[in-house]
């Protein structure tokens, strides 16, 4: 994991170009384009393995920044996994969107001859017969992976790209208070201000709700947006309620942890920078990758779940004064 749907570079191998595809047809053929094939789906495993060992080595030394610039990143990418975010990171870094061959040609934009595609993991299913009909059709299940292509904005003609959608907060304050009106509309659980001391913190939830303290938060609206967002998060990732078991979940520690990330990157997704304490916060992961990628799996899936939230709700939503 060093540093994908949404239209979403250091080439694996040589990279794939676009070029005519030559479909094997002899059993040689066949066998060797499977060998190949999994080489490189090992080789993008392995990459991710690397990457994510030497941002936990970061983290163990205190260094973080790195990992929030891929963090940044990710969130552009947010229907994509984890594992697909740290591969897009790594081929193309400065890519603002990313899609296959064909989605692009149903943008009205064509690839560029000569290239490069950016490869990332789809999942091999097959039926499951022992787990239950889903929606009245046969249960899979994932048996493995293969590589496929996609191609970076950059690497594409034609049609306008899809214009963002969501906004950056513009006009300070007043922005950014509209903005947190907007927001706490898609919010799937009753968002409501408290006065008073109330908890002595900031904001909380039961999983039920989100409080936010007038005194504590309404004087600086992004602090109120972060808090609202490490909240909203809280309730995705760490109540039973949302399909979590009490023995399932993480420390308190990491809990906390887990929320501040997932409310860095929504925050900054709507141009609005967490604080130098985040940054400090974030290297408590220290030098155990494991931790790191399970940490980051929730905390991917959490953002996927809230920014799909907030696209549904982003048409209606009032712009920011400028």
């Not at 690497?155 to 969501?166: H, K």
């Not at 922005?175 to 006065?195: F, H, K, M, Y």
């Not at 504590?216 to 490490?230: I, N």
Request: proline residues 5%; negative net charge; hydrophobic residues 40%.
């Amino acid at each position: 994991m060093c540093v994908g749907g949404t239209v979403h570079t250091r080439p694996l191998h040589k990279g794939a170009s676009v070029m005519p595809y030559k479909k094997p047809s002899t059993p040689e053929e066949k066998e060797g384009a499977r060998e190949a094939s999994q080489a490189i789906t090992q080789e993008l495993m392995a990459r991710i393995d690397t990457c994510a060992q030497r941002l936990a080595e970061q983290l163990g030394a205190g260094a973080s920044d790195e990992l929030l610039t891929f963090m940044r990143f990710s969130a552009r990418f947010h229907t994509y996994s984890l594992n697909n975010q740290v591969l897009i990171w790594l081929q193309a870094p400065e890519a603002a969107h990313v899609a296959g061959f064909h989605a692009w040609k149903a943008l009205g934009r064509t690839v560029k001859k000569g290239s490069k595609a950016v490869r990332v993991l789809a999942p091999l299913v097959m039926p499951d017969h022992e787990a239950p009909p889903v929606n009245g059709k046969p249960a899979q299940k994932v048996v493995g992976f293969k590589y496929s292509s996609i191609f970076a904005d950059y690497d594409t003609e034609g049609d306008p790209l899809p214009s963002a959608a969501f906004m950056v907060v513009q006009g300070g304050d007043d922005g950014t208070r509209a903005l947190l009106r907007s927001l706490t509309a898609a919010c799937p659980v009753p968002v409501r201000w408290e006065d008073g001391e109330g908890r002595g913190a900031h904001g909380w939830t039961d999983g039920g709700q989100i409080v936010l303290s007038r005194e504590k938060c309404q004087g600086e609206p992004a602090h109120a947006l972060r808090v609202f967002f490490h909240e909203w998060a809280h309730v995705s990732l760490h109540f039973q309620g949302a399909g979590k078991r009490a023995e399932d979940l993480p420390d308190r520690t990491t809990r906390e942890l887990e929320a501040d990330a997932a409310a860095y990157v929504l925050s900054s997704v709507y141009g609005v920078e967490a604080t130098a304490a985040v940054a400090d916060y974030i290297t408590h992961w220290g030098g155990n990758a494991e931790k790191l990628h399970g940490s980051m799996t929730r905390i991917q899936r959490a953002v996927s779940s809230i920014l799909g939230a907030l696209e549904e709700q982003a048409e209606v939503m009032p712009q920011a004064a400028d």
